[in-house]
């Protein structure tokens, strides 16, 4: 079982930045895609990146060189920089852990508790 802990959510202002952080404990975590969704109130959730060997990242169009997912194989923590943040980036953000790859939420493993994100005007 995969526990995962995300931290650093706030509020911003609209062009601001928030960095993300995901802590996983699992000691096999260098095998697994790690990812990060989000869900805003009133709609389904949504995928924003996703990290696999190191260097391997992809993103979702709507979040694609705003935001930046890293990860740090010696603390077993995945990130999300988050940059020129807009109101409509308001939402949970969740951290994921994958064995296969996967950007539908319903093939996800697992989820991390979510982190409140809220960007204002």
């Known amino acids: 079982q995969v526990q995962l802990v995300e931290s650093g959510g706030g509020s911003v202002q609209a062009g601001g930045s928030l960095k993300l952080s995901c802590a996983a404990s699992e000691r096999t975590f260098s095998t697994y895609y790690m990812g990060w969704f989000r869900q805003a109130p009133g709609k389904e959730r949504e995928f924003l990146a996703v990290?696999?060997?190191?260097?391997?990242?992809y993103y979702a169009d709507s979040v694609k060189g705003r935001f930046t997912i890293s990860r740090d194989y010696a603390k077993n923590t995945v990130y999300l920089q988050m940059n020129s943040l807009k109101p409509e980036d308001t939402a949970v953000y969740y951290c994921t852990a994958n064995r296969l790859w996967a950007v539908d939420a319903d093939k996800v493993d697992y989820w991390g508790q979510g982190t409140q994100v809220t960007v204002s005007s």
């Open positions: 990290n696999w060997s190191g260097s391997m990242s």
